[in-house]
Protein backbone atom coordinates (compact mmCIF):
# COMPACT_ATOMS: atom_id res chain seq x y z
CA UNK A 1 0.00 0.00 0.00
CA UNK A 2 1.65 3.34 -1.03
CA UNK A 3 0.86 6.13 1.40
CA UNK A 4 0.68 9.66 -0.10
CA UNK A 5 1.83 12.39 2.43
CA UNK A 6 -0.22 15.07 3.71
CA UNK A 7 1.18 18.17 1.10
CA UNK A 8 0.90 22.09 2.35
CA UNK A 9 2.52 22.84 -1.61
CA UNK A 10 2.73 21.58 -4.78
CA UNK A 11 4.16 23.35 -8.36
CA UNK A 12 4.67 22.02 -11.62
CA UNK A 13 8.08 23.69 -13.23
CA UNK A 14 8.40 24.02 -16.55
CA UNK A 15 12.09 25.21 -17.90
CA UNK A 16 13.33 25.88 -21.31
CA UNK A 17 16.77 26.43 -22.72
CA UNK A 18 16.94 28.50 -26.00
CA UNK A 19 20.55 26.94 -27.03
CA UNK A 20 19.04 23.47 -26.61
CA UNK A 21 15.17 24.18 -27.93
CA UNK A 22 14.58 21.83 -25.01
CA UNK A 23 12.17 21.85 -22.41
CA UNK A 24 11.56 20.00 -18.95
CA UNK A 25 8.85 19.98 -16.29
CA UNK A 26 8.89 19.13 -13.05
CA UNK A 27 6.51 18.27 -10.69
CA UNK A 28 7.62 19.61 -6.98
CA UNK A 29 6.11 18.51 -3.95
CA UNK A 30 6.82 19.75 0.12
CA UNK A 31 4.95 18.17 2.96
CA UNK A 32 3.99 18.86 6.47
CA UNK A 33 6.87 16.96 7.83
CA UNK A 34 9.20 19.40 5.99
CA UNK A 35 9.72 16.50 3.27
CA UNK A 36 10.68 17.64 -0.32
CA UNK A 37 10.37 15.36 -3.61
CA UNK A 38 10.91 16.46 -6.76
CA UNK A 39 10.03 14.40 -9.74
CA UNK A 40 10.36 14.90 -14.11
CA UNK A 41 7.61 14.45 -15.16
CA UNK A 42 8.17 14.97 -19.37
CA UNK A 43 10.56 16.63 -21.27
CA UNK A 44 10.86 17.67 -24.76
CA UNK A 45 13.80 18.45 -27.41
CA UNK A 46 13.44 19.70 -31.12
CA UNK A 47 16.68 19.48 -33.76
CA UNK A 48 18.26 22.84 -34.41
CA UNK A 49 17.25 24.34 -37.95
CA UNK A 50 20.12 23.70 -40.43
CA UNK A 51 19.02 27.20 -41.76
CA UNK A 52 20.06 30.22 -39.71
CA UNK A 53 18.19 31.20 -36.96
CA UNK A 54 18.28 34.68 -34.76
CA UNK A 55 19.10 34.25 -31.10
CA UNK A 56 15.43 35.99 -30.64
CA UNK A 57 13.60 33.86 -32.69
CA UNK A 58 15.45 30.92 -30.59
CA UNK A 59 14.81 32.26 -27.38
CA UNK A 60 10.54 32.25 -28.37
CA UNK A 61 10.65 28.95 -29.65
CA UNK A 62 12.01 28.08 -26.20
CA UNK A 63 9.13 29.78 -24.22
CA UNK A 64 6.37 28.16 -26.58
CA UNK A 65 8.40 24.82 -25.96
CA UNK A 66 8.04 24.98 -22.72
CA UNK A 67 4.33 26.47 -22.38
CA UNK A 68 3.10 24.03 -25.22
CA UNK A 69 4.55 21.10 -22.78
CA UNK A 70 2.66 22.50 -19.84
CA UNK A 71 -0.37 22.10 -21.70
CA UNK A 72 0.07 18.71 -22.80
CA UNK A 73 0.64 17.67 -19.51
CA UNK A 74 -2.51 19.22 -18.44
CA UNK A 75 -4.61 17.92 -20.66
CA UNK A 76 -3.17 14.38 -19.97
CA UNK A 77 -3.65 14.95 -16.57
CA UNK A 78 -7.22 15.86 -16.89
CA UNK A 79 -5.77 19.30 -14.56
CA UNK A 80 -8.12 22.39 -15.08
CA UNK A 81 -6.18 24.80 -17.90
CA UNK A 82 -5.21 27.42 -15.83
CA UNK A 83 -2.00 28.49 -13.90
CA UNK A 84 -3.70 26.89 -11.20
CA UNK A 85 -5.74 23.51 -10.08
CA UNK A 86 -5.70 21.01 -6.83
CA UNK A 87 -3.54 17.26 -6.90
CA UNK A 88 -4.38 15.98 -3.45
CA UNK A 89 -6.87 18.78 -2.03
CA UNK A 90 -4.18 20.90 -2.60
CA UNK A 91 -3.67 23.71 -4.73
CA UNK A 92 -1.12 23.20 -7.56
CA UNK A 93 0.32 25.95 -8.89
CA UNK A 94 2.26 26.07 -12.35
CA UNK A 95 5.24 28.23 -13.30
CA UNK A 96 7.01 28.49 -16.66
CA UNK A 97 10.40 29.69 -16.36
CA UNK A 98 12.81 31.23 -18.91
CA UNK A 99 16.31 32.77 -19.94
CA UNK A 100 14.62 35.20 -22.25
CA UNK A 101 14.80 38.42 -22.12
CA UNK A 102 12.98 38.55 -25.27
CA UNK A 103 9.54 37.53 -24.54
CA UNK A 104 9.59 39.80 -21.43
CA UNK A 105 11.08 42.77 -23.66
CA UNK A 106 7.77 42.13 -26.00
CA UNK A 107 5.83 42.71 -23.21
CA UNK A 108 7.16 45.86 -22.00
CA UNK A 109 7.29 48.03 -25.40
CA UNK A 110 3.90 46.81 -25.66
CA UNK A 111 2.65 48.30 -22.43
CA UNK A 112 5.09 51.57 -22.91
CA UNK A 113 3.86 52.15 -26.24
CA UNK A 114 0.07 51.98 -24.97
CA UNK A 115 -0.09 53.06 -21.55
CA UNK A 116 2.55 56.27 -21.90
CA UNK A 117 0.40 58.67 -19.44
CA UNK A 118 -0.03 55.97 -16.71
CA UNK A 119 3.51 54.70 -16.41
CA UNK A 120 4.77 58.11 -16.05
CA UNK A 121 2.49 58.67 -13.23
CA UNK A 122 3.34 55.52 -11.62
CA UNK A 123 7.01 55.87 -12.24
CA UNK A 124 6.93 59.20 -10.46
CA UNK A 125 4.75 57.59 -7.05
CA UNK A 126 1.43 59.29 -8.72
CA UNK A 127 -1.65 57.05 -9.09
CA UNK A 128 -3.13 57.19 -12.33
CA UNK A 129 -5.60 60.01 -13.20
CA UNK A 130 -9.69 59.69 -13.05
CA UNK A 131 -9.60 59.91 -16.35
CA UNK A 132 -7.72 56.91 -16.83
CA UNK A 133 -9.28 53.60 -17.79
CA UNK A 134 -7.60 51.59 -15.72
CA UNK A 135 -8.26 53.54 -12.07
CA UNK A 136 -10.31 50.92 -11.03
CA UNK A 137 -7.61 48.20 -10.75
CA UNK A 138 -4.98 50.48 -9.54
CA UNK A 139 -2.29 49.75 -11.59
CA UNK A 140 1.44 49.56 -10.52
CA UNK A 141 5.00 48.78 -11.75
CA UNK A 142 5.97 45.14 -10.38
CA UNK A 143 9.29 43.45 -11.25
CA UNK A 144 10.89 44.36 -14.48
CA UNK A 145 8.68 47.75 -14.88
CA UNK A 146 5.39 45.39 -15.98
CA UNK A 147 2.09 47.28 -15.03
CA UNK A 148 -0.01 45.16 -13.43
CA UNK A 149 -3.30 45.02 -11.43
CA UNK A 150 -3.14 46.30 -7.68
CA UNK A 151 -6.11 47.39 -5.31
CA UNK A 152 -7.69 45.13 -2.99
CA UNK A 153 -6.35 41.46 -4.45
CA UNK A 154 -2.95 42.17 -2.40
CA UNK A 155 -4.63 41.20 0.40
CA UNK A 156 -5.25 37.77 -1.11
CA UNK A 157 -3.14 34.59 -0.34
CA UNK A 158 -3.04 33.71 -3.70
CA UNK A 159 0.65 33.45 -5.51
CA UNK A 160 1.74 37.28 -6.44
CA UNK A 161 1.49 36.53 -10.67
CA UNK A 162 -1.73 34.70 -10.21
CA UNK A 163 -3.65 37.96 -8.18
CA UNK A 164 -1.43 40.80 -9.79
CA UNK A 165 -2.43 39.95 -13.28
CA UNK A 166 -0.33 41.85 -16.23
CA UNK A 167 -2.48 44.42 -17.76
CA UNK A 168 -2.85 44.17 -21.53
CA UNK A 169 -4.15 46.81 -24.14
CA UNK A 170 -7.60 45.85 -26.40
CA UNK A 171 -6.13 46.95 -29.80
CA UNK A 172 -2.57 45.37 -29.72
CA UNK A 173 -1.23 42.71 -32.13
CA UNK A 174 0.23 41.88 -29.57
CA UNK A 175 -3.20 41.52 -27.47
CA UNK A 176 -4.68 39.63 -30.58
CA UNK A 177 -2.41 36.79 -30.87
CA UNK A 178 -2.71 36.53 -26.87
CA UNK A 179 -6.83 35.91 -27.61
CA UNK A 180 -5.93 33.70 -30.41
CA UNK A 181 -3.37 31.44 -28.53
CA UNK A 182 -5.39 31.00 -25.61
CA UNK A 183 -8.85 30.40 -28.22
CA UNK A 184 -6.75 27.38 -30.21
CA UNK A 185 -5.39 25.63 -26.94
CA UNK A 186 -9.28 25.37 -25.57
CA UNK A 187 -10.24 24.14 -28.65
CA UNK A 188 -12.33 26.77 -29.90
CA UNK A 189 -14.27 27.56 -26.62
CA UNK A 190 -17.05 30.12 -26.46
CA UNK A 191 -16.26 33.57 -25.84
CA UNK A 192 -17.19 32.99 -21.80
CA UNK A 193 -15.07 30.80 -21.45
CA UNK A 194 -12.23 32.07 -23.62
CA UNK A 195 -12.99 35.40 -21.59
CA UNK A 196 -12.63 33.70 -17.91
CA UNK A 197 -9.16 31.32 -19.58
CA UNK A 198 -7.52 34.65 -20.27
CA UNK A 199 -8.24 36.55 -16.73
CA UNK A 200 -6.42 33.80 -14.83
CA UNK A 201 -2.70 35.63 -15.96
CA UNK A 202 -4.07 38.78 -17.91
CA UNK A 203 -6.28 42.01 -17.88
CA UNK A 204 -7.32 43.16 -20.63
CA UNK A 205 -8.29 46.63 -21.01
CA UNK A 206 -11.70 46.68 -22.24
CA UNK A 207 -11.24 43.12 -23.01
CA UNK A 208 -14.77 41.40 -23.40
CA UNK A 209 -15.30 43.35 -26.74
CA UNK A 210 -12.14 41.93 -28.02
CA UNK A 211 -12.53 38.76 -27.29
CA UNK A 212 -16.28 39.03 -28.07
CA UNK A 213 -15.36 40.02 -31.91
CA UNK A 214 -12.56 37.28 -32.39
CA UNK A 215 -14.89 34.34 -31.29
CA UNK A 216 -17.46 35.77 -33.63
CA UNK A 217 -15.11 37.07 -36.28
CA UNK A 218 -11.67 35.43 -35.53
CA UNK A 219 -10.27 33.14 -38.56
CA UNK A 220 -10.85 30.37 -36.22
CA UNK A 221 -14.42 30.69 -36.30
CA UNK A 222 -16.83 27.82 -35.28
Partial sequence: MCLVPELIDCQLQGLCDASENAAA?????????????IQL?????????????SIPRLELCGSVCVSNLLKTIQSASK??????????????????????????????????????????????GVSVGSNSKQRQIYPFLGTHVVVRVGGRVQNSNRPGEVKHLIILPHNHHLTLLVIDDCHKIHLHISFQLTWSSLQVNYRIIRGRDSVRHFVRFGVCRR
Fill in 25 to 37: VYLRCEGKDGSLN
Fill in 41 to 53: VASRSKVAPIKQV
Fill in 79 to 124: LNCSTTCFLFCVLLILHAWTDSTIVLKWLVFVQNCCFVAEIKLLKS
